[in-house]
């Protein structure tokens, strides 16, 4: 292989690491995700699975994807839960819109945040949110801002782009856990310096 070839793959190689490492080092992949209704096979699975994920760009396969089953008379509304196998103190989530160039118009367009501990009694977090529309290509995440100490996530969804038809779809979800402040660490060292002044003059006495 000669010099320019190794300088090629050098940079395809770090090219390749950078996508991988795209997605924020505290996001939360949900364990399940159960959508009140599927189309086929394109199923509540593909949200949570990495399916048309390369690195924080997601594909136009249909097949990677979930959409709603369509139902007459129209409706649009559908709920999609995920859990996240544990407790977090969620800063956000992560939304992939909807990217098949069968109809853009199916994407979500507005939703309601609600959450829970026990996967039973769900609370309401903020206001009524809306994801814009994809125009195709590879796309990023919509980055939609909540604060809530939850296991359990539910997006209520309300409507699409094209409230004629009743499909509803989204191409990939994940949270992204809230980072402390410096200030918490900085309270966090304090306490733990305090208990071990405390530990050491006890075994002094």
């Known amino acids: ?93 992560l939304v992939w819109q909807y990217n098949s160039d069968i109809d853009y118009n199916r994407g979500l367009k507005d939703f309601y945040i609600q959450v829970s501990n026990d996967g039973v009694n769900f609370t309401t977090v903020g206001d009524l949110r809306t994801l814009t529309r994809s125009n195709g290509g590879d796309i990023a995440a919509q980055v939609v801002d909540f604060s809530a100490s939850a296991r359990y996530v539910r997006f209520d969804i309300l409507t699409n782009y094209d409230q004629q038809w009743p499909w509803v779809g989204l191409s990939e979800v994940k949270f992204v856990a809230a980072v402390p402040e410096p200030s918490s660490y900085a309270m966090l060292g304090l306490g733990l310096a305090a208990l071990g002044v405390v530990a050491r003059r006890r075994k002094s006495a």
């Open 1 to 93: 292989m000669n010099f320019i070839s190794k300088i090629a793959l050098a940079g395809l190689t770090m090219t390749a690491l950078q996508a991988q490492a795209a997605l924020p080092a505290n996001t939360v992949t949900p364990v399940s995700a159960v959508a009140s209704s599927s189309h086929f096979t394109v199923s509540a699975d593909n949200l949570i699975n990495n399916s048309g994920l390369n690195g924080d760009l997601h594909g136009g396969n249909w097949s990677d994807m979930w959409i709603k089953e369509g139902t007459y008379p129209v409706d649009t509304t559908a709920q999609l839960t995920f859990d996240l196998g544990q407790q977090y103190n969620l800063g956000s989530a």
